[in-house]
């Protein structure tokens, strides 16, 4: 039999990786791991894809493979640094979700918590601007953040993934 669930990623620093391969230890039954670009999903009743964000949205070679999805069942996860201020997931969810096809079945979206390439630029930041309580204020929830994606992040990944497709 053929697996039927396809968990594609594109990883900058290593993290969406990180999250795809929890996934895959408990998908890997009945899945199949790739990562981006080198993905053909046509053979998949399922795409589970993970994406990190990059100015509000998915990065762009994750957004070009989420448009080329046609009749699919899919599931989506993202990694970033920033936390949830104001909204933040629910707007990163709404501008990742509008590039699906309409043809494709949504049957889930999560983002997770992840170490930044921001955080340079915050202590910059902050070292310029000491008196400064935003970037303050950002800075130490990016510092107590570094860690993740954490066996925490990992483990409610894969419970997402089964809630959705099942044990």
Known sequence: MNPKILI?????TG????VAKAIYEVLSARSDIQKL???NCEKYD????????DKGTANEESLN???SLSGKKVVLFGTLGAGDYNGYYQKVREAVEKELPADCTLLGHKLFRATSIMLHRL???HAENPDDLEIKKRLEDYEKNKHRPDENDLK??????LSILGK
Not at 8 to 12: F, I, K, N, T
Not at 47 to 52: A, E
Not at 156 to 161: D, G, K, L
């Open 8 to 12: 594609a990623y594109s990883s900058r």
């Open 65 to 67: 493979f989420i448009k």
């Open 123 to 125: 202590r910059k930041q």
């Open 46 to 53: 399922t795409v589970v894809m993970g994406y990190w964000v």
């Open 156 to 161: 409610e990944a894969q419970e997402f993934v």
């Open 15 to 18: 993290n969406t990786e990180k």
């Open 37 to 39: 670009p080198e993905v």
